[in-house]
């Protein structure tokens, strides 16, 4: 009995300091706002005539709270409610898009690769499987490309 109750002690005491441990931090944490790395307008660098359908080439336009992402022929997404972290040399930005013409609208994570200073490259499309399209910095937008 001396040996049960000693066992049971034991156990009571293991389970009771493995609760009161606290969490472990991870180290790829979520931020609010929009990473300063991508933050900027960036056109695509896709030519029209690899692409003759699109009109005008994809735009994003990214500040500290807002993403907007612009396709000819299109409705624009407008996000809001920015959120990011980096895992690798990926940043993951998570938004809430706002229901607009055939966008639908709702949480939606954006993933952007940069490379260099001024060359970034969104999600990958089933035409884009590496890296998605590449956008190139721009100090402002034109109407029509």
Known sequence: MKTFNALLLTLG?????TTLTPNQAHAATWHKGAPTAIRGN???K??????PAAG????????????????????????????WRKVGHI??????????GMVLGGHVTYKFYKSGSKTMYDQPTKHHLKRGYAFKKVSKFRNWY
């Not at 994003?60 to 022929?73: E, G």
């Open 42 to 44: 960036w056109l695509s």
């Open 91 to 100: 940043y993951y930005v998570k938004s809430y898009v706002k229901p607009n």
């Open 56 to 83: 005008f080439a994809p735009q994003y336009r990214i500040s500290k709270s807002k993403l907007t992402r612009n396709i000819s022929n299109m409705s624009g997404e407008f996000a809001s409610h920015l959120s």
């Open 13 to 17: 005491l293991a389970a009771g300091l």
């Open 46 to 51: 896709v030519p029209r005539k690899k692409d």
